[in-house]
């Protein structure tokens, strides 16, 4: 009799454990995930992988856009672009399987978005997250003027309703390759500022690859951590 009390003893501590565990739990998972950041996440509409324009007449229109009408994009053109710039492949099996190839599949690149003009989308600057396809937004100011200034008074990059910002954590990379992670990283923005040019053509809009910039002015402008540099910035929107 006593021995059985003692076990249902046991067994009611043990529950009370577990209760106490799993609604620790549960609060952590809800205070981690998007829901407790509110408005902060945003997550986009899914991507489509059939389109309208032929790949060869996306590459035979591509050419580099510095003149940009004022009309807003939608938030399903900035959607299909982000994710032919770095996003998952849809119904992709593993988290590696990638819109962009990368060395060793460590994906040193990081994508952030000024928006100016998008339709549904408050203006501010924001960070793109591959695995829920969503984007974080970092700061409710229009940066589009200043980041034009630290690329030399590229006017173009304030007259497009939109910049994308390449950014790389180069460690990522050259933690496992050393300095040919360096070139690595490289040639990773080129594939990926090319999806971008493709993607836009397909759409109706366009860009133009932009290097010329102070890297000290455009991490300042976004708020970069150290161990980030920005490596392109690729504005979008109508030609004019
Ligand atoms: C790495 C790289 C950096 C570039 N940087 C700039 C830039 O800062 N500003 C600009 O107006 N165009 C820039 N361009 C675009 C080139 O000027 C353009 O691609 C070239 O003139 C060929 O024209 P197309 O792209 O229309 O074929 C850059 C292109 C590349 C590939």
Not at 101 to 116: N, R
């Amino acid at each position: 009799m006593k021995l059985r009390l003692k076990l249902s003893r046991l067994t009611l501590r043990g529950l009370m454990v577990s209760f106490i565990l799993n609604s620790t739990f549960f609060v952590l998972t809800i205070f981690l995930s998007g829901e407790a950041k509110g408005e902060k996440m945003i997550k986009l509409p899914k991507p489509e992988t059939k389109g309208k324009v032929s790949l060869e007449e996306a590459i035979n229109r591509r050419s580099s856009v510095r003149n940009y009408s004022s009309k807003p994009l939608t938030l399903i053109q900035l959607s299909q672009i982000l994710w032919a710039a770095g996003g998952k492949r849809v119904d992709a099996a593993t988290e590696a399987s990638r819109t962009i190839p990368s060395a060793g599949a460590l994906y040193p690149l990081e994508i952030f978005v000024l928006a100016g003009k998008v339709e549904d989308l408050k203006e501010g600057l924001y960070q793109y997250h591959h695995i829920d396809h969503s984007i974080e937004l970092l700061r409710e100011d229009d940066l589009r003027k200043e980041l034009s200034r630290s690329a030399w008074g590229q006017d173009f990059l304030v007259q497009a309703p939109v910049d994308l910002v390449v950014v790389a954590e180069p460690s990522r990379t050259t933690g496992v390759y050393g300095e040919r992670g360096e070139r690595f990283i490289q040639i990773e923005v080129g594939h990926l500022g090319q999806n971008v040019s493709l993607q836009a053509e397909a759409l109706g809009l366009s860009t133009c690859a932009v290097g010329a910039f102070d890297d000290d002015g455009v991490s300042k402008v976004l708020g970069l951590k150290k161990d980030l540099i920005p490596l392109y910035i690729l504005p979008l929107g109508y030609r004019k």
